[in-house]
């Protein structure tokens, strides 16, 4: 039987390349796709309320009905104008907008606010759009199939690429990341199309790759062009500027709209960074307070600290432990514990333990990462069993649902951390302080200018602390010594109390 493999590897690669071509509806030439239209609006909407649930949407009807008019606008002048589009805005405030499969597409209330007019925003939707019309995660979906074939095909007939089959994969990887920075690169030509097709001046685009550009810097969260799908954002200002002015002189495009001052009238008031009401750590006692759900419980001094919609997480500098708290789908602790043993390949070492921490039932236990080496030498034993994962649970029966925080760190490290776990564990209570729950978030204002006047002065005057004037100069596309006319409209950023 072995014999045949090989024909019968070649029949089948040979039948999907016969039955799943397509013809990609941007550049009109047939390619091969393991994923036809109806499976990606299946993918979609299967993904979509994940992406919800994740994030959140933002609640405010304007912003939507004003995403939702021009992308249905901007689509009906794309290359797949009867796909059936959705337009979300995320209660996030990371600056991001993305796409997904069947016509989804995602802009966080953060990069709403950090645009600074309509054709800014006009130009990375018709990016997000280009990913979906063009087809990309399609593309992306059979490349990995064709390098499982291939990998799996040698691995099956050859023993030296099955010992090569390790490097072969990273190597793939490399590959997938360069065809996903042209895929970018595709996307923002579509970007300058499509914003260009209805209306807009595409240059404004790559204007605000220059406030990303600043704004990861500021944050030093550049990462270098090469290990990035996304292409450097300095390159891409020359990249889409080119783009744009070639597009308009070829096409004797002019009056194109910016259209500032009314996207600026329509973001204002919208939440700026962080929500305290989604839950805040206080760094003067290093407590965390989640307003909304109505709890509270320090985490140990100076630990690093990230809250996300699915987890509040800590940990200590290096590293080596952490606390973090999510809740379970589960009813009860029992089915609770035992989801969380399967889910992370556990095993209990302790009794259950059950108990009141500030009048709120518990149930807390210790587990371990399951062995499966089953080694028999000693020493080696000796290492496994000291870097083995352990972790400290303890469930709360709180408001109707099972709240976890879990303590985790290597078996060896345990004695030293176990109080600092205790320390979070036994301090989770009820949060009862109206002066916590009632917290504000940060919005941005929108204020006329009354006289010329330098930027920084500007937000001297509407008593922006000066640790922050880069970030709003960031914020305004401008230098803090920009000479701003009277008249002109500017973001400042205010707490209303």
């Not at 979609?44 to 606008?73: C, H, M, R, S």
């Not at 997000?128 to 291939?150: D, N």
């Not at 000693?378 to 109707?400: M, P």
């Amino acid at each position: 039987m072995k014999k045949y493999f090989p024909t019968i590897l070649l029949f089948l690669f040979c039948s999907f390349l016969i039955t799943s071509c397509s013809v990609n509806p941007v550049t009109g030439k047939k390619q091969l796709s393991f994923m036809s239209e109806t499976q990606e609006i299946a993918m979609g909407a299967e993904n979509d309320p994940i992406v919800i649930a994740q994030f959140g949407l933002y609640p405010n009807d304007t912003l939507q009905k004003f995403i939702n008019e021009k992308g249905k606008l901007m689509v009906a002048k794309s290359h797949r104008p009867d796909l059936d589009f959705k337009f979300r805005i995320l209660d996030s405030d990371i600056i991001n907008a993305f796409a997904i499969p069947g016509g989804y597409v995602y802009f966080t209330r953060g990069i709403m606010a950090h645009f600074n007019n309509e054709a800014q925003f006009a130009g990375v939707l018709g990016h997000e759009i280009g990913h979906i019309t063009a087809r990309h995660s399609s593309q992306q979906y059979t490349k990995q199939m064709l390098t499982q074939i291939a990998v799996m095909g040698g691995m099956i007939f050859s023993e030296k690429f099955r010992n090569m089959s390790e490097q072969v994969m990273q190597g793939m990887q490399l590959l997938f990341l360069k065809f996903s920075r042209d895929d970018e690169t595709e996307a923002d030509v579509l970007g300058v199309k499509y914003s260009s097709a209805v209306g807009y001046d595409a240059k404004e685009m790559a204007e605000f790759f220059q406030t990303l550009k600043r704004v990861t810097e500021k944050e030093g969260a550049r990462l270098p062009e090469f290990m990035s799908t996304h292409p450097d954002p300095g390159n891409r200002y020359n990249t889409v500027k080119k783009l744009a002015t070639d597009y308009q002189t070829t096409n004797n495009l002019t009056n194109l709209k910016i259209n500032r001052d009314s996207f600026l009238r329509l973001i204002d008031g919208i939440v700026y960074g962080p929500d305290p009401r989604q839950g805040y750590l206080d760094k003067s006692n290093y407590v965390f307070y989640h307003p909304q759900m109505k709890f509270e419980y320090p985490i140990p001094k100076n630990w690093q600290f990230q809250n996300s919609p699915q987890a509040v997480q800590a940990a200590n500098e290096d590293g080596t432990a952490a606390i973090i708290l999510t809740l379970s789908s589960k009813k009860n602790f029992q089915e609770a514990a035992q989801e969380l043993l399967e889910a992370y390949q556990l095993k209990s070492v302790s009794s259950p333990v059950q108990n009141k921490f500030n009048g709120i039932d518990s149930y807390s236990f210790l587990a371990e990462q399951i062995d499966e080496n089953n080694t028999t030498q000693q020493s080696s034993s000796t290492q496994s069993d000291a870097e083995k994962l352990t972790v400290l649970f303890t469930l709360y029966n709180y408001n109707g649902a099972i709240y976890v925080m879990q303590g985790m760190c290597a078996k060896k490290d345990y004695d030293n951390q176990k109080t600092n776990f205790a320390y979070s564990m036994k301090g989770f209570k009820a949060l009862n302080d109206p002066k916590r729950i009632n917290v504000i978030p940060e919005r941005i204002k929108v204020v006329t200018v009354n006289n010329d006047a330098t930027l920084k002065n500007i937000m001297i005057a509407n008593n922006i602390p000066s640790n922050r004037y880069e970030e709003v100069a960031i914020l305004n596309d401008m230098q803090q010594t920009t000479v701003v006319k009277k008249g002109t409209l500017v973001k400042m950023i205010e707490k209303k109390l």
